[in-house]
């Protein structure tokens, strides 16, 4: 992740995943409540409902009981069977699924019929047929009174089903609204573990440029030393066989380049080669004495203004490659993704300079991409010995578009 934007894009990206998640949890947690307190103002009156009923039913055969009063209890029977009526009808009104509605509407028209059957009964009272009335009692108006009773706790239990569904499809949300956050979240920490701080150049500004390259890359400053090193490391992706065709193609063309700007542009096809973020071509002074970088690619003006004249007996990379004659390998170090690779530039005369090329991904440790650099660093090696020279003063080197 080389922007600085990027990176806190990801990480409000993150937060904002885990905000929506809470929200959406309590929201759901809230519906839920809702629906549990319904459903239980619901049973509260379903069973308001059927022991109005019970009630009725009751009083209902006390009209043909020996030694009670028909007179004291029709009217009883009569008000019962209004307040079950009422109850149903809130009932009806409150029900939230379809199954709920169809049982009630059977309980309401079985109370209907109920309350016919008991008009009945108060007409054989009237007219002196106990017999008749106690036959639609314990017959008919039994009946009626279960259906109506049986259709009341019929609602209850689609009720119970209907939140029992409506719980468990937000249950299943929940858990994915969590699982998609904490997963954004994860996959964003892993990219930003892996992220590491590189300069950012700012067009159309004059504020300072902010350079954190000297602490990524280990042949920007000075004070590093790597020392040679022999590395027995699996071969990463980008030791291809198809890396050397291409090196190949670039020596042809570098011994066809005309002009420093020739160079530069085939210094760039070979950082995409190599997968390196950077390289760098130091000639030795006349004295040899010291090394000095003529050319540079993938680098800014101010890390190039950083890249002075190299004591050739300094013990880093670029000095150890031209005084031995040997490549050297940089490793990267803990935290940073790139290493290093250092060539000597080699003629007939010995040692001219070295070529430098700081690699992503951990490519300096295979094979293939120490044998592109060598290759390169000879064909450089005769270009430089012919036509490029290290001035006098180490100047400020140029740098081709990444």
């Excluded at 079950?84 to 309401?108: F, N, P, T, V």
């Excluded at 689609?158 to 499809?169: N, R, V």
């Excluded at 997963?183 to 990219?191: D, T």
């Excluded at 700081?358 to 440790?365: D, K, Y």
Aim: proline share 4%; charged share 20%; with cysteine.
């Amino acid at each position: 992740m080389r922007s600085r934007a990027a990176r806190l894009t990801l990480s409000i990206t993150a937060w904002a995943g885990l905000g929506a998640a809470a929200f959406f949890l309590v929201n759901t947690e809230q519906q839920l409540a809702q629906r549990r307190a319904a459903l239980r103002a619901f049973d509260a009156d379903a069973r308001k409902a059927t022991d109005a009923l019970a009630d009725a039913r009751g009083g209902q055969q006390a009209y043909v009981a020996a030694g009670q009063d028909a007179g004291h209890w029709i009217p009883q029977v009569a008000e019962l069977t209004q307040q079950a009526s009422a109850s149903i009808d809130s009932l009806r009104a409150a029900a939230a699924s379809d199954s709920a509605g169809k049982s009630l509407l059977d309980s309401s028209q079985a109370l209907a019929e109920f309350a016919n059957v008991d008009k009945q009964v108060r007409d054989y009272l009237r007219t002196g047929e106990n017999l008749m009335a106690s036959d639609v009692v314990f017959n008919e108006a039994d009946d009626v009174a279960s259906r109506a009773a049986s259709g009341v706790e019929a609602a209850v239990a689609g009720e119970q089903g209907a939140f029992d569904d409506f719980e468990s499809l937000r249950r299943t949300w929940e858990a994915y609204a969590l699982g998609g956050a904490a997963g954004w979240s994860v996959l964003v920490m892993v990219i930003l573990s892996f992220a590491g701080a590189v300069p950012r150049q700012e067009s159309g500004t004059d504020e300072e440029e902010l350079i954190t390259a000297p602490v990524e890359l280990p042949l920007g400053r000075l004070e590093v030393t790597p020392q040679r090193t022999h590395v027995d490391a699996p071969v990463p992706a980008a030791a291809a066989p198809a890396s050397l065709t291409a090196a190949a193609e670039i020596c042809t063309d570098i011994s066809q380049a005309r002009d420093r700007s020739d160079l530069e542009a085939l210094l760039g096809r070979a950082s995409r080669v190599l997968d390196a973020s950077g390289l760098v071509v130091w000639v030795a002074g006349s004295a040899g004495a010291d090394l000095h970088p003529v050319l540079a690619y993938g680098y800014s003006d101010k890390i190039l203004a950083m890249m002075k004249s190299v004591p050739s007996t300094a013990d880093n990379a670029a000095a150890n490659a031209y005084r031995s004659g040997m490549l050297q390998i940089v490793p990267g170090r803990q935290g940073s993704s790139l290493g290093a690779v250092a060539a000597p530039l080699l003629s007939a005369d010995g040692s001219v300079g070295s070529l430098t090329a700081e690699i992503r991904g951990g490519g300096e440790s295979s094979p293939a991409v120490q044998a592109v650099v060598s290759i390169l660093a000879a064909q450089l090696a005769g270009i430089v010995s012919g036509s490029i020279s290290a001035p006098a003063e180490a100047p400020q080197s140029r740098t081709a578009s990444a």
